[in-house]
């Protein structure tokens, strides 16, 4: 597990994800899971800058 989110931690927030490079898509998705679940995200979207 390469991710955690403090319990409630973004709780009805809307969260954005910045990342350099996108490749697999893995690393963003892990996080958002902790948000989501963990943090209690509202939402969590990403922008990427490149995509290989």
């Given amino acids: 597990k390469k991710f955690s989110a403090a319990e409630n931690s973004v709780e009805g927030m809307n969260v954005i994800l910045i990342d350099d490079i996108y490749t697999t898509g893995a690393t963003?998705?892990?996080?958002?899971?902790?948000?989501?679940t963990a943090g209690k995200a509202l939402s969590v979207s990403s922008f990427t800058l490149i995509r290989s």
């Fill in 28 to 36: 963003l998705h892990q996080a958002a899971e902790a948000l989501l």
